[in-house]
């Protein structure tokens, strides 16, 4: 082929192609596609929101009456030199007028109305329908939209389309049905259910605003605890006077603290067994902010992801997530500090220890402000300074032996008679206060009872816990101190003789 023929043949094509694209280009578009483009448009309703002052929903018998109001709300900020100040300011919410006393989530109906100022309809369906049930509008939903100036604006809304993706609607007197958007009519058609607030408090809560919890597990008192007078504790009075595991009491505050209504189920119940509310499994009663709640929890949902629950003996039944809760079935000894007696050093001036036939006294001065100036005594050796830093570090190991005695388990069983302790270890404060820790051993000689100022304590210790060298047991510590202080008299001799 020659190359003019190789050249004028795309030139052709590219002319027709040209061509074709400019015929298609200036077709007259098709009529559905104008109608489509159209339908888009058809407004249903036009109305400045701001100017809405209540919306009235009328929904298979149930009526809600909504108004918009402006409170007076107190509101924290910080200023510029980063103190915080409380102020009162205004803030419009929405209130229900009917029914009565429902705790309105302000922001779900602020959304209808967001939705029905501008509405539009995707297309008509009939202008003139002689059967309104076709389209599920001889019951509708009704939606009055009630204006400032006593302007009303009306929508029903029935069926959703066969194909989905639309509702049936028609506005005020008009005959005419129309589409809209499914995302615009489920907002139309909430329930109260759906529009009821769904935090329980009034306010965000930290764990720290906590001051008494209660806790009753299958009709049995499992704890009752109280917070420290410094916050940084909770103290137990029952299953036994103790410290509480803090970390694990910390996961159920935290859960309280966070938890919120995942769905709202039934209220005015009849029967609050079917919810397993009757006798509730859990019970949580707590002190927040100055203020008492009782939270019961009973069935999980057919789901198995959310509790149902009730707050306070109410009548209304909801649902909250289970993710929060796995502790429910938890052991109360993980809720018990496992210490039978923890001493900060810092604090003793004097610790007294009676086992094994003999009493070895320790006399205790920590300088907190200059660690070089404590001094440690044990049986009438004096440890300070740096030249003493070896045997001071196993001096602490002897004390940390004392103050780790942990149990073993939790016997409430038993009446244990304070009598023949085999271990009496004796804490004198600074403050003069005296703590006195006895281990009193079981009649198989596995176990040790452990009372605390006379009182059993319900906790056991394993006897083998005084020769476990991991815990710094004393029958381990207390012959590896005496070796090193032997160690440090010689060492001493040795140097006195040198400088002879």
Known sequence: ??????????????????????????????????????????????????????IIMENKGEVMHFKYTTIQVEQETTKDDGTTEKKTVDRNVWVAVEPEGMNVRSSAVDSIAWNANTLK????????????????????????????????????VGNETPTGGAYYAKKGDEPTVYTIGDYEAEKFIQTKFDLMETDIYDKDYETTDFTALKFTRNGSLL?????????TKWLLSYPIEAEARYENIYKILEALAGVSVSKYVDENVDDLGKYGLASPSYIFEYTVDGKEYKLSLGKLNPDGNAYYAVLNDGNLVFTISSSAFTFLDKPVEELVSSFVHLQNINEVSEMRITMDGRVDVSRINVDTEDDDKSTYEFNGTLLTGEDDEDYIR???????????????????????????????????????EKIKVDLVPDSEGVYYYAFKNDKYTGMMVRRRQLEDENKNGLRVMYPKLVEALKEREEALKAKESKSQ
């Open 223 to 231: 704890f009752d605890a109280k917070a420290g007078e410094d916050g």
């Open 394 to 432: 196993t001096f602490k190991k002897y004390y940390q032996g004392a103050i780790g005695i942990t149990m073993d388990k939790l016997n409430l069983d038993v009446q244990p008679v304070l009598e023949n302790p085999e271990v009496t270890i004796e804490y004198t404060l600074k403050s003069g």
């Open 1 to 54: 082929m020659s190359n003019f023929k190789k050249l004028i043949i795309p030139a052709i094509v590219l002319v027709l192609l040209v061509g074709v694209y400019l015929v298609v280009s200036n077709l007259p578009e098709n009529k559905d596609e104008e109608d489509s483009s159209s339908q888009d448009k058809i407004e249903i309703f036009n109305f400045e929101k701001n100017d809405l002052a209540e």
């Open 121 to 156: 309809a995707y297309k008509i369906i009939e202008e003139n329908p002689s059967d309104l049930s076709v389209y599920g509008l001889d019951d509708p939903v009704k939606l009055t939209f009630v204006m400032n100036d006593g302007t009303k604006y009306v929508l029903y």
